[in-house]
């Protein structure tokens, strides 16, 4: 356990003695030589031998149903299907299984300015069924069943409420999710400076969270993430939004009905991560080199 992490956990105990029954710090070790899985209304629970490098990962199956959206476009809902459970993985490789979602689509538009065309984003929200969601050692291999994660394994410690430039990896920020955070992650290989400024803006004209305590406002992480397969995201426990583009008419809403979601509702700031000091290795979550997968 690093100094910093230890501190936060002494400073905890000693502030709110509550917290060590809200959120076990232990962190769980996956057994070696399995691929953990496990999964919710599906056909139960698999764990097999895995060979060439260990990924934990657990999903849950649930059923979909009807969408709703605030937007005044037209939107198409989709339902989900249960999910089965793990299986034996090997090589690396670990066994997912699909997890009901409840999905609405909006063709809201961003405004371009100059005349310009504005782009469709194309922005949807879905809610999922709740993975089984333990804490495992920092930096081990995770995957998880929907993407950007809403739920699932994740490490002991949660990341500081901030805006990051460097990816914060996300057994880190699923914690945070645990703890009633929405965490908005974009993926922008071209670079989108000025839809970040606009988010900062957003942001800060958002509410103070009475639980928090300054200089902390409110259980927000903003970070990059190399893996999202939108622009960007936003994620509370069990609920997702994606979208091509910075949908701000959305996630204003979105952040209204999920922010403090959590099974674990308070506000007390975490580490960063990213900060040299923290410690934590660049490859932090990556499958081992030799592990294949997928």
């Keep these: 356990m690093r100094p910093s992490f230890r501190a936060l956990t002494l400073a905890g105990a000693l502030a709110a003695p509550w917290i060590a029954v809200a959120c076990d710090l232990t962190p769980q070790p ?3 030589g399995t691929a953990a899985s496990s999964g919710s209304g599906g056909s139960g629970v698999g764990a097999g031998p895995s060979t ?5 990962s657990s999903s849950a199956g649930g059923h979909g149903g009807a969408g709703t959206t605030s937007s005044s476009a037209a939107s198409t809902s989709a339902g989900g299907h249960g999910g089965a459970g793990g299986q034996p993985g090997t090589g690396g490789q670990t066994a997912t299984s699909s997890t009901g979602t409840t999905t609405s689509s909006s063709g809201s538009t961003m405004d371009a300015g100059d005349g310009a065309a504005p782009p469709v984003c194309d922005t949807t929200v879905s809610k999922y069924a709740v993975d089984p969601s333990p804490h495992i050692p920092e930096c081990f291999p995770i995957q998880y069943s929907t993407n950007p994660p809403t739920s699932g394994p994740h490490y002991p410690v949660w990341a500081a409420f901030k805006t990051y430039t460097t990816p914060v990896p996300q057994g880190y920020y699923v914690h945070d999710l645990e ?4 965490v908005i992650t974009y993926n ?3 670079g989108c400076d000025a839809e970040l400024a ?3 803006t957003f942001l800060d004209a958002r509410p103070v969270d009475p639980l928090c305590f300054a200089p902390v406002k409110s259980r927000v992480v903003v970070t990059p993430d190399p893996h999202l397969n939108v622009r960007f995201a936003a994620s509370a426990w069990g609920w997702a939004l994606k979208s091509q583009c910075f949908d701000l008419a959305i996630l204003g809403p979105f952040m209204d009905a999920h922010y403090a979601g959590g099974p674990e509702n308070f506000c007390f700031d975490g580490t960063d991560v990213t900060s040299p000091d923290a410690g934590v290795p660049a490859d932090c979550g990556q499958p081992p080199a030799d592990a294949g997968g997928q």
């Design 30 to 32: 996956v057994p070696s």
């Design 198 to 200: 606009q988010l900062a």
């Design 179 to 182: 703890h009633g955070a929405i």
């Design 188 to 190: 922008c290989p071209g």
């Design 52 to 56: 060439g490098g260990q990924t934990a």
